[in-house]
């Protein structure tokens, strides 16, 4: 079980055994780490413990957490590490011998069961979910649910279709002329790439803003201009 | 159809340095363009079943899918096509199977597996995924993760708590966030590409990317890139070397030629087709 030791100028304050999953350390009395001094914000900081680590993630203070004298916004805790508040330092100490000796033990392959309870030491997707939660992110059972995907649609911009709208609701869209220049506009996740398929003879690659696409698939952002077999095409993000 | 002379794969399982058997599945099926790898997990013996059953159904599942033409056609909601959606289903009927198998069979209790799966189409491909065995491409050179692991560690990445670096070196190394079998359901990843003449393509079990550095596998496959079989191998050895200490398994995948679908003329047209 790791360990947090609370000092000011060399002199021990306190000392806190992490045994629940979440700690916060602010100015406030409701603060798991309670640190009355003005250099430090009412909430400052938040370490979460899972499994066998420790993460440290700063919650916006105003003077900033910092680990052996970098600023940190986000920061994976290594045994000795120290955490500076304001004036007061907190060192961490992880309770775990370096040991490669049970290399074997966490080499095996466990499952997260979503909502399911803790059971032989794996921890639950739940407890997993309320741990990380922390600092604005989401949920990891929502961000898993893969959240609505992104819509978009391209308009001609040139020649005789200029106007002509298509909407980008496939997983894979291919366009252009075949035996002159073909691209495939892919939808994902994290938004639209565009991929060159083939070009005909003397033909190069197809163009995002001016610039060839090369040969790896290019993320399309909102109000790009597109150029495939002598045709201009926006790019425009919809609303979902 | 066959997809004999237009595709290449080859696929290698090895128990590895450590574990006493091997929880790993693979399926490479030419008749159908179908590469599958499964990583099982649970109780004495369970993970192989899960892995195989996952490995067994996808295939029958997509097989019987693919000879019924009646039922071919996208599906428009969600705009992906026929063999995206076959390929979920069959990934969807495995979770079912297995998460029965483990209800009903008391030895079995607890197991689940791992899947990554492609089936290659019409110069095409569809990648189904949950948990953490991956898909890798080589583009021009360039390689790449196409699949985004379903993994703790993975999570912790995309918060911004570790750098991919780090996350080498953590202990919360294995946890898999997803995985069939545990849930009467799951969610499935699903990604639809073009498949281009010069890619090559990596299915693997966290055995060989536990165990391997990205920049190594590359290297490997780039080496051995006249021969799959031989660049299979020395993927396993690799890994062995480095330890072994899981399971390892390695399906490779590469299209000989175009393997467009026989169409008429006018269906050559892509979906949106212009003269200037």
């Not at chain 1, 639950?124 to 604005?136: F, H, L, R, Y």
């Not at chain 2, 000879?67 to 969600?78: F, H, Q, V």
């Not at chain 2, 095409?124 to 995924?129: L, N, Q, T």
């Not at chain 2, 165990?211 to 080496?223: A, F, G, N, R, Y």
Request: hydrophobic share 40%; net charge negative; with cysteine.
């Amino acid at each position: 079980m790791g360990k947090l030791i609370l000092s000011l100028d060399g002199q021990e304050i306190a000392q806190y055994e992490l045994d629940k999953e979440r700690y916060t350390i602010g100015r406030l009395a409701d603060n798991d780490i309670h640190v009355d001094n003005m250099a430090v914000s009412g909430h400052h900081a938040l370490i979460l413990n899972i499994l066998k680590d420790s993460f440290l993630e700063d919650l916006n203070s105003t003077n900033g957490t910092y680990v052996n004298g970098k600023l940190v916004k986000k920061h994976a805790l290594q045994d000795g590490d120290i955490i500076t508040i304001g004036r007061h330092q907190i060192k961490y100490l992880s309770g775990q011998a370096k040991a490669e000796g049970d290399a074997d033990e966490f080499e095996k392959t466990m499952i997260i069961r979503p909502g399911a309870k803790a059971q032989g030491g794996a921890p639950s997707m739940d407890s997993v979910n309320k741990a990380i939660s922390g600092g604005g992110a989401a949920p990891i059972a929502e961000a898993a649910k893969g959240a609505a995907l992104p819509r978009a649609k391209l308009q001609v911009l040139s020649g005789a279709f200029a106007g002509k709208e298509l909407e980008l609701n496939k997983a894979l869209t291919t366009l252009g002329r075949p035996g002159v220049q073909v691209a495939a506009i892919t939808r994902r996740a994290d938004g639209f790439f565009i991929v060159h398929v083939e070009s005909g003879s003397g033909q190069g690659f197809p163009t995002v803003n001016g610039k060839d696409i090369g040969a790896q698939a290019q993320k399309l952002n909102d109000n790009d201009v597109i150029e495939l077999a002598s045709v201009k095409m926006g790019f425009y993000s919809m609303p979902n | 159809m066959s997809y004999k002379g237009k595709l290449n794969f080859v696929g290698l399982t090895d128990k590895g340095m450590v574990r006493p058997n091997n929880e790993d599945a693979i399926g490479t099926n030419l008749e159908t363009g179908l590469v599958i790898v499964a990583d099982g997990m649970g109780g004495y013996k369970a993970g192989e079943v899960a892995s195989g059953i996952a490995v067994q159904t996808i295939t029958e599942f997509v097989t019987n899918g693919l000879k019924d033409t009646r039922k071919r056609s996208g599906n428009s909601e969600s705009g992906y096509s026929h063999e995206s959606v076959l390929l979920r289903n069959a990934v969807l009927k495995a979770n079912d199977i297995i998460h029965q198998t483990a209800q009903s069979q008391p030895q079995c209790e607890g197991m689940g597996t791992t899947v990554v799966a492609c089936l290659f189409y019409n110069n095409r491909i569809s990648i189904a995924h949950v948990g953490d065995s991956r898909l890798y491409r080589i583009r021009h050179g360039q390689f790449e993760q196409v699949t985004v692991d379903h993994s703790l560690l993975q999570e912790l990445v995309s918060r911004g708590f570790y750098t991919p670096e780090e996350a080498r070196k953590s202990l919360n190394k294995n946890l898999v966030t997803r995985a069939l079998g545990i849930e009467p359901t799951v969610q499935v990843d699903i990604q639809e590409d073009v498949v281009l003449l010069d890619d090559t393509y990596l299915l693997c079990s966290d055995g060989l990317h536990d165990m391997v550095e990205d920049p190594d596998i590359h290297l490997t496959i780039k080496t051995f890139s006249a021969n799959l079989e031989t660049a299979a191998q020395q993927l396993i050895k690799l890994a062995n070397d480095n330890g072994g200490r899981d399971n390892v398994s390695v399906v490779l995948a590469r299209p000989l030629k175009s393997f467009e679908a026989q169409k008429g003329f006018f269906d050559r047209l892509t979906e949106w087709w212009f003269s200037s």
